[in-house]
């Protein structure tokens, strides 16, 4: 069965920008959760999505929203780039939060 | 807020040797998942441990709950090159909804020499 699936893998945005990452679940996963991992902190929980509800937020500030649509598609939106925003974005799918959680490979986003 | 000490931060071992990394919490948890992750590419699940003192295994890993909910280990047995990457453990506290939360070690980076 298919994994989790996170578009696009690579990206290059300025400081200012905005950016959206998407993620597609496993089909029958309704939990979408998204972390950002950064060298220096590691894996930082920052949004958990289910049935198009956002259940539990981690400590970012509010620059980074997301949303869950009806098919449990997700995506992830960060505004005003900075600097520190650089980091792997991961998509994790679950049947429901907590639960074994699937990552997706990633978002890689460098911002210049 | 809650921290999960993993350790150790890495490990650079022989082809065959067998390895073990654990995490502690001050904390108590009611589920313990252990992830590697490749360079370039997501966590991948490998064990997942739901109750205290629980022992699983999966092939040549082995994972245990700790007794008092605040710790686990993972061991590998008889290493081999494709071992190679980092290993986090993470603990989910709370009892599901909005009152879940899930926290990751920091990793364990293992090399294996052939």
């Known amino acids: 069965k298919a994994g989790v699936t996170q578009t696009p893998r690579y990206l290059i945005k300025t400081r200012g920008q905005q950016v959206t990452l998407s993620c597609s679940p496993i089909?029958?996963?309704?939990?979408v959760s998204w972390y950002q991992q950064t060298p220096g902190q590691g894996l930082q929980f920052l949004f958990e999505y289910f049935s198009e509800t956002q259940r539990n937020k981690g400590n970012f500030p509010g620059r980074f929203s997301g949303r869950q649509f009806s098919n449990s598609r997700s995506e992830m939106n960060v505004s005003t780039l900075e600097l520190g925003d650089s980091a792997l974005y991961l998509c994790?799918?679950?049947?429901?939060?907590?639960?074994?959680?699937?990552f997706g490979e990633g978002s890689r986003l460098t911002v210049l | 807020g809650q921290q999960l000490n993993q350790s150790p931060q890495s490990m650079f071992i022989q082809e065959g040797e067998d390895v073990s990394m654990n995490c502690t919490s001050s904390s108590i948890f009611n589920t313990w998942l252990w992830y590697k992750q490749d360079p370039g590419e997501g966590p991948v699940l490998l064990i997942a441990l739901y109750k205290a003192g629980e022992l699983t295994s999966n092939g040549r890993l082995t994972a245990q709950f700790g007794i008092t909910r605040k710790d686990s280990f993972l061991n590998i047995s008889a290493s081999i090159p494709s071992d190679v990457g980092i290993y986090f453990c993470a603990g989910q506290s709370g009892s599901g909804g909005s009152n879940y939360k899930l926290t990751f070690g920091k990793g364990t980076l293992l090399t294996v020499n052939p």
């Open positions: 994790a799918s679950s049947r429901e939060f907590p639960g074994e959680l699937f």
């Open positions: 089909s029958g996963h309704r939990s």
